[in-house]
């Protein structure tokens, strides 16, 4: 059973920058997909960014390309999202995950899921 855990959130003015990160209790997460996923209130989880387990190929949402970067260091069993140009509508609960298999947008094809951090975007 892999745990992950997300930190990296709060409060932050449009225009501004956090980096979130996602770390994993076991080292099989190295050989995982990961994804974020973010929730705003009263609305889906959406898919935001995923990696696959080398760091080789990455895959972003439209509405994050060029202002977020997915990145993974797999000798300390982290994933990180680093967000820049942030916006309003960029405020959610962000969500990491993990599959040992495959790698996409399909949330359903998570098997692990932290908890989540809270990333709030001041106009």
């Known amino acids: 059973q892999v745990q992950l855990a997300e930190s990296g959130g709060g409060l932050v003015q449009a225009g501004g920058s956090l980096r979130l990160s996602c770390a994993a209790s076991?080292?099989?997460?190295?050989?995982?997909?990961v994804g974020w996923f973010r929730q705003a209130p009263e609305k889906d989880r959406e898919f935001v960014a995923s990696?696959?387990?080398?760091?080789?190929?990455?895959y972003y949402a439209d509405s994050v390309k060029g202002r977020f970067t997915i990145s993974r260091n797999n000798a300390k069993n982290t994933v990180y999202l680093q967000m820049n140009s942030l916006k309003p509508e960029d405020t959610a609960v962000y969500f990491c995950?993990?599959?040992?298999?495959?790698?996409?947008?399909?949330?359903?094809?998570?098997?692990?899921w932290g908890q989540g951090t809270q990333v709030t975007v001041s106009s």
């Open positions: 995950a993990s599959t040992p298999y495959g790698l996409g947008s399909d949330q359903y094809k998570y098997k692990y």
């Open positions: 990696i696959n387990w080398s760091g080789g190929i990455t």
């Open positions: 076991e080292r099989t997460f190295s050989s995982h997909a």
